[in-house]
């Protein structure tokens, strides 16, 4: 089913090609695409992150300061989630 996702995503980039800016969202899409089919939580995270900074790079050349704040707190949401699921809880068991 993925490959559905990804085909679409890459037809309607060639469809609709502007340029850099539609490059910086196919692939942007891609990783967050590949990450919602993800089972390993851990990596989901982490490609949802890099998506979304290729995203933040797209927000800041169509200029989008709204959208670029939205990827700067999507990540920082991010790291705090990871901290304390993944390295918070791992101290705390470690005690």
Do not use: E
Request: aromatic share 14%.
């Amino acid at each position: 089913m993925k490959w559905l996702f990804y085909f679409v995503t890459v037809l309607g980039t060639i469809l609709t090609f502007n340029g850099i800016t539609s490059v910086l969202s196919c692939i942007a899409s891609l990783f967050h695409t590949k990450a919602s089919f993800m089972h390993n939580d851990k990596l989901m995270r982490w490609l949802m992150v890099f998506g979304t900074v290729v995203w933040g790079a797209h927000d800041i050349i169509v200029g989008s300061p709204v959208a670029v704040l939205i990827d700067i707190l999507f990540i920082i949401s991010s790291a705090i989630g990871y901290y304390r699921i993944y390295i918070k809880s791992t101290v705390l068991i470690g005690q």
